[in-house]
C-alpha cells in the first residue's frame, strides 16, 4: 500500500458533500416540507446510510489505485489500535447504561438529589442535577430522558417556564456529557488523540467550570426574581443511588475506564437483585439492550473511519489544513481552526461522537504542524462538539428535550445559557491561555 503524502485535492472532499446533503437535505424536507406524524425528520435517514454513500463516492475517486488498495485503506484506518479500544469501551459503557437504567438507580440517583433542592432554587437545581447525573451516566440524551418528566411535572405543578426549565436541563445534561470519563465524546476525543483522560478533563474542567458558574449565576436570579416553586415530593432508595455517586468518584480519581464501567455494571446488577428491582432475567436483557444501543454508534465509527482514511489519502485532509495554514496563524490560529472544524463536522452531523471521529484524523494534523498538545486538541474537539451539539435545534438532546416538554426546539434555544457561556469561555481560553507547546 502506498504512503507517500498526497497532494492537496479539494476534489477529495466530495464525499463529505454528499453525506451532508444527503444526511442534511433528507432531514429538512422530512423535518420542515413533509413532516411525518410521530416522525422526527432528521432520523429518517440513518447517519449509517448517508456514510455508506459518502463512501461508495470516495471508492469511485482516484482511479489510479485499485479498488484492492482502497479496501487496504479503509482496512487500516478501521484497524486502528485506539479505534478498537473505543469500540470495546463503547460496550462496557452500553451494558452499565442498560443495567443500570434497569435497575433504577439512575431514576433513584435524579429523585434524590431533587428532594435536597429549596423550592426557590428549582430551575438552578435542575441544572446542577443534570451535570451530575450526566458526569456519572457519560450521556446527555440519556439524563434528558431520565430526567424529562420529572423536569416536566416540576414545571407543571410549579407553574415555571417549560422552555426554562428544559434548557437548563439540556444545558446540565451537555456539562456531563462534556467532561464524564465514560462519555462516549471522552473516549473518542482521548483516544483518537492519544492521551490520558484525566489531563484531557484537566483541560476541559478549567474551561466548563467557569460557563457552568456563570450559568449558574444567572439560573439564581431568573430563581430568584420569581416565585418559588411548589416541589413535590420524591420518592427513592438511597441504596440505589449509591452507584453512580460511586461511578463518579472512581472515574475522578482517575481509575482506569475500564475497571470504572466493569465495577459499576457489578455494583448496579448487585443492587438491583438485592433490592428486588431485577432479576436475573432482567439483567441479561438490560445488558443486551444497553449493548445493542451502541451498535449504531459503533458503526457509524467504523465506516467514519474508513472515509477519514480514504479522505486522507486522496489529498483531502491535506487541502483543510492548506485553508488553515493560509487563514489561522500560530498556536492560538490551529486551535481556533480546530474548534471552527469541529463545531462544522458537529453541526452537519448532529451528532457529537461522529463529528469527533471524522475530525480526529485532521485535528491530529493541525496539532502536529501547530505545536498543540494532545489533551489540548482533544479538549478543544470536544468543547467545539459539545457547544455545536448543545444548540443545534434538531440535535437529539433538544428533540427529546422538545419530546417530553411538548414544545418546540427552537422555544428552547434562548435558555441554553450554558453551551453559550461555554463557547464565550473556549475562545477567551484560547486567546488569553498561557500556550502550552510540544
Not at 435536597?116 to 439524563?143: E, Q
Not at 479522505?311 to 489561522?328: D, H, M, P, S, V
Not at 445559557?417 to 502550552?436: I, M
Amino acid at each position: 500500500m502506498k504512503t507517500a503524502k498526497q497532494k492537496n485535492r479539494v476534489s477529495a472532499l466530495l464525499p463529505i458533500l454528499v453525506f451532508l446533503i444527503i444526511y442534511i437535505g433528507v432531514g429538512i424536507y422530512y423535518e420542515y416540507i413533509r413532516p411525518q406524524e410521530g416522525v422526527q425528520g432528521f432520523y429518517v435517514m440513518s447517519v449509517v446510510v448517508a456514510f455508506m454513500a459518502a463512501i461508495a463516492v470516495a471508492l469511485f475517486q482516484n482511479r489510479s489505485v485499485s479498488f484492492d488498495e482502497k479496501m487496504k485503506i479503509c482496512a487500516s484506518g478501521m484497524g486502528d489500535d485506539n479505534i478498537l479500544t473505543m469500540i470495546f469501551i463503547f460496550l462496557l459503557a452500553g451494558a452499565f447504561s442498560g443495567v443500570a437504567s434497569a435497575s433504577g438507580c439512575a431514576a433513584d440517583t435524579a429523585n434524590f438529589l431533587l428532594s435536597i433542592v429549596p423550592g426557590r432554587l428549582t430551575v438552578l437545581g435542575i441544572f446542577l442535577i443534570a451535570c451530575i447525573i450526566s458526569m456519572a451516566m457519560g450521556t446527555s440524551c440519556g439524563t434528558i430522558t431520565v430526567m424529562g418528566s420529572l423536569a416536566l411535572g416540576i414545571s407543571q405543578s410549579a407553574g415555571l417556564s417549560l422552555p426554562l426549565c428544559f434548557g437548563a436541563l439540556a444545558g446540565g445534561s451537555m456539562f456531563g456529557d462534556n467532561l464524564s470519563f465514560i462519555s462516549d465524546t471522552t473516549i473518542a476525543a482521548t483516544k483518537t488523540q492519544g492521551c490520558q483522560m484525566r489531563d484531557k478533563f484537566r483541560e476541559n474542567l478549567l474551561i466548563a467550570l467557569p460557563a457552568a458558574l456563570a450559568a449558574c449565576v444567572i439560573l439564581l436570579i431568573i430563581a430568584w426574581t420569581g416565585k418559588p416553586a411548589a416541589v413535590g415530593e420524591y420518592s427513592f432508595n438511597i441504596i440505589r443511588a449509591l452507584p453512580y455517586f460511586v461511578i463518579l468518584i472512581a472515574a475522578l480519581a482517575g481509575i482506569n475506564v475500564f475497571i470504572v464501567l466493569g465495577f459499576g455494571l457489578i455494583l448496579c446488577t448487585a443492587i438491583g437483585l438485592g433490592t428486588g428491582s431485577m432479576d436475573i432475567h432482567n439483567v441479561f436483557l438490560s445488558m443486551g439492550s444497553g449493548v445493542s444501543g451502541m451498535y449504531e454508534t459503533i458503526t457509524v465509527t467504523i465506516l467514519a473511519t474508513a472515509l477519514s482514511a480514504l479522505i486522507k489519502y486522496n489529498g483531502g485532509f491535506e487541502a483543510i489544513i492548506a485553508f488553515i495554514r493560509k487563514y489561522f496563524h500560530g498556536s492560538k490560529g490551529g486551535q481556533l481552526g480546530i474548534i471552527l472544524i469541529s463545531m462544522l463536522m458537529d453541526i452537519s452531523t448532529a451528532n457529537n461522537t461522529v463529528a469527533i471521529v471524522v475530525t480526529a484524523p485532521i485535528a491530529t494534523d493541525i496539532r502536529k504542524e501547530y505545536g498543540i498538545t494532545p489533551k489540548r486538541t482533544a479538549s478543544l474537539m470536544d468543547i467545539a462538539t459539545c457547544i455545536a451539539q448543545g444548540i443545534i435545534p434538531y440535535g437529539a438532546q433538544l428533540l427529546i428535550a422538545a419530546g417530553i416538554a411538548g414544545v418546540s426546539s427552537i422555544q428552547i434555544m434562548p435558555y441554553l445559557f450554558y453551551p453559550y457561556l461555554l463557547f464565550l469561555c473556549v475562545l477567551v481560553a484560547v486567546f488569553t491561555g498561557k500556550e502550552e507547546r510540544i
